[in-house]
């Protein structure tokens, strides 16, 4: 597994923009995929976007698509999310989250595809 730790959640209005951070423990040797999930009050978890640990691959929700954008720093064993074009509905607590990836290009858009979550960060939207 990958001890993660996400940084960079807060509060914007409505129309700005934050980058979440999510930086991986050192310790694993592994190759893994990254992904970012969010939860809203009394709702569940959903997908967000993710990224194969080649980088050469992303996918992310529709809901999202065009305004957020994941990336990654191997070198720096970090995970990002920029989230641009924010709405009040993007309000939740975001989660990274990652597993060994099965392949270079590897990528898995459900919850139980991953073994490693972070503690989350909060992001709230103001209208």
């Known amino acids: 597994q990958v001890q993660l730790v996400e940084s960079g959640g807060g509060l914007v209005q409505a129309g700005g923009s934050l980058r979440l951070s999510c930086t991986a423990s050192?310790?694993?040797?592994?190759?893994?995929?990254m992904a970012w999930f969010r939860q809203a009050p009394e709702k569940a978890r959903e997908f967000v976007a993710v990224?194969?640990?080649?980088?050469?691959?992303?996918n992310a929700a529709d809901s999202v698509k065009g305004r957020f954008a994941i990336s990654r720093d191997n070198a720096k064993s970090m995970g990002y999310l920029q989230m641009n074009n924010l709405k009040p509905e993007d309000t939740a607590v975001y989660y990274c989250?990652?597993?060994?990836?099965?392949?270079?290009?590897?990528?898995?858009?459900?919850?139980?595809?991953?073994?490693?979550w972070g503690q989350g960060t909060q992001v709230t939207v103001s209208s």
């Open positions: 989250a990652a597993r060994e990836a099965a392949a270079p290009d590897y990528l898995g858009v459900m919850e139980y595809d991953y073994d490693s």
């Open positions: 050192r310790r694993t040797a592994g190759r893994y995929t």
């Open positions: 990224i194969s640990w080649s980088g050469r691959r992303t």
